[in-house]
């Protein structure tokens, strides 16, 4: 009885890595503190530029 056990209980834990290796994380991708200050650092540079995104609201005229 117990030999009948530890084979199956052997076959499970093989048969649950494998599902576990399987499976498809939803979870997003860890990024480092590191790189989000580099992406914030690179990312304003290529937004600041564009005229379309600057309203001339609080500009008085003369």
Do not use: F
């Amino acid at each position: 009885m117990n030999r009948r056990k530890k084979i199956n209980d052997t076959l499970k834990k093989k048969a649950k890595k494998a599902k576990a290796h399987l499976k498809v994380s939803n979870k997003p991708r860890y990024i480092s503190k590191a790189e989000r200050a580099k992406l914030a650092e690179n990312q304003p540079d290529s937004q600041t530029d564009t005229p379309a995104d600057i309203q001339p609201e609080h500009i008085e005229a003369s």
